[in-house]
């Protein structure tokens, strides 16, 4: 009798799209399913999977553990798989009996398709199979041009501009992830209109494989049966889908850096006026990170993606907890030292 394989979902997307938000109401909604998680963080702060704590994840009504969280905290996963991931996978596939499915949130800076070419390993086949691979669109940013059908008209944007990478990659990577998706999640579409929408859906298509499906959501918010239980098997058919890093032996991240800032700040709405100037000058994709406010017993998260910047409270601070103010700051060319100063300077004027 052949051994049941835990099937495996990897949920993809680019920076700041919703992949978390989508994960946490996945989890919270689990119905009884026993699902464990690897969340991938690129930088030094693993938010996202202290976000994820955060909301109970890994605990059922009754306070029982019914997941496992394994988050890692540094470099892409997909880049990482031998040093990391296939030791985490080993000690999933040993519980087998106890996990009904497998949800796997990359990087957002990750490409996918290594990723899931890792789970043709024979280690890794015999263990898991990849049920699909979701990828999550930030239709604002879609509408708005980030990613336009025109690469040419958006190269002469950016050279136009001198505080601008001129050779980002982000464009690629976002059709990569698209070339090698089961189900899209076009994601706040909450208050777009439909002409709008069928805009960000065209641009969305003309990526995606023929016969994979669109799905609206606001606020990641998705039935646990629209997400799980594809049956896709994607390891056998990646080979075939096309992407355009498929030529290189070993894909570079290097074009991404990930600095980490510590501040001290007592004003919320100047930290957030500082960051969305920041960005205005500087090649920063995303920025996230953990604020300690004075007199303030809750702690603040901040998240950026481009110019667009919210912040709320999470939760209380613990009392061993260092309360410290720190931003990871992901982009290109950063140098950390230097946005250290011109962010503490922003906030002393």
């Known amino acids: 009798m052949q051994t049941r ?202 990526e995606t494989p023929a016969g994979v499906k669109l799905v609206h959501a606001q606020h990641g918010r998705l039935a646990l049966d629209v997400l799980l239980g594809l049956e896709r098997a994607v390891e056998d058919v990646i080979d075939e889908r096309k992407t355009h890093h498929d030529e290189e032996e070993d894909h570079d991240h290097d074009a991404f850096d990930s600095v980490s800032v510590t501040l001290e700040v007592s004003d919320r709405n100047k930290l957030l006026t500082v960051l969305t100037s920041l960005v205005e000058r500087h090649e920063i994709y995303r920025a996230k990170g953990f604020v300690a406010l004075p007199g303030a017993a809750m702690r603040l998260v901040v998240q950026g993606v481009g110019q667009r910047f919210d912040s709320y409270f999470d939760r209380a601070w613990r009392g061993d907890e260092v309360r410290a103010t720190r931003i990871v700051l992901i982009g290109d060319h950063l140098d950390g030292p230097a946005l250290q100063q011109e962010i503490s300077a922003g906030l002393m004027a």
């Open 5 to 206: 394989k835990i099937p495996a979902t990897i949920v993809t997307g680019f920076l700041g799209s919703g992949k978390t938000t989508l994960l946490r109401h996945l989890l919270t909604n689990a119905q009884g399913r026993r699902i464990a998680v690897i969340v991938n963080e690129f930088g030094e702060l693993g938010i996202d999977g202290e976000l994820l704590r955060g909301c109970g994840i890994g605990c059922d009504e009754e306070g029982e553990e019914n997941g496992q969280l394994f988050e890692l905290a540094n470099g892409c996963l997909c880049c990482t798989v031998q040093e990391e991931f296939a030791p985490v996978m080993e000690q999933l596939a040993a519980r087998r009996d106890q996990i009904d499915h497998l949800v796997i949130e990359t990087s957002g800076l990750a490409l996918p398709k290594p990723l899931v070419q890792a789970f043709q390993w024979p280690a890794l086949r015999n263990a898991f199979t990849v049920d699909s691979v979701i990828t999550v669109v930030d239709a604002p940013a879609v509408a708005a041009g980030r990613f336009a059908d025109d690469p040419d008209a958006v190269d002469v944007q950016r050279r136009a501009d001198d505080n601008l990478d001129h050779e980002s990659p982000l464009a690629e990577l976002f059709e990569d992830q698209l070339a090698t998706a089961d189900l899209v999640v076009v994601n706040k579409t909450d208050g777009m209109d439909a002409a709008t929408l069928a805009a960000v859906e065209a641009t969305v298509r003309a």
